[in-house]
């Protein structure tokens, strides 16, 4: 019993020293070629920062601007149609406002369609404005990666915590701002 015991002691003690001789002949050159190199990159702040997408809220600032202004006078001008028509309400038939209450009706809830018709329209416009300056983002982050030799580029908000010196931020920002400036917001019309 006590030569079973030693037998499996022997083993574990052979077995240990050649997964310590595995491990000392391991070149050491090769464990320090697999670290891959990491960065960090602040997506958002950069898409919003860059002068792209600086361009692009600003045109839907105007855009918006505009549209309400439009909005308010078409709305204004139905309610007082529509106050009118309460003034008319003793004078006329009970068909007759009806049917005039009925158009007015129509005229509303047509001016709320064309209204959110024209938001999808501005919507699809900055989607598809965010796209081109996320693929410039994309293409600028892999430049700086390969002149860097970078393997891994994580956005910041996957890591908790993370080193000043990893943060490629401002210079993918810089890369962005010089190969796309501005994107024009083409909003298709109806």
């Known amino acids: ?94 068909e007759a406002f009806a049917t005039k209450q009925k158009e007015l009706q129509s005229r509303f809830e047509t001016l709320r369609q064309g209204f959110d018709e024209r938001q999808q329209r501005i919507q699809s416009a900055v989607e598809k404005a965010r796209t081109q300056i996320h693929e410039a983002l994309v293409e600028a982050t892999r430049d700086i990666a390969a002149e860097r030799d970078i393997d891994i580029v994580l956005s910041q908000t996957a890591t908790a915590l993370t080193s000043k010196e990893l943060d490629i931020s401002k210079d993918v920002l810089d890369r962005l701002n010089e190969t796309l400036s501005e994107i024009p917001l083409a909003v298709d019309a109806p």
């Open 1 to 94: 019993m006590v030569k079973r015991t030693g037998f499996t002691f022997c083993r574990v003690v052979l077995l240990a020293a050649l997964v310590a001789v595995c491990a000392i002949s391991r070149p050491l050159g090769v464990a320090a070629a697999e670290t891959p190199q990491i960065a960090v990159l602040n997506v958002e702040a950069v898409l919003n920062s860059s002068n792209a997408g600086r361009s692009v809220q600003e045109q839907l600032k105007k855009i918006r601007s505009a549209n309400q202004e439009k909005d308010q006078e078409s709305e204004a001008a139905l309610r007082t149609e529509g106050e009118q028509l309460m003034k008319q309400r003793a004078v006329l038939s009970e």
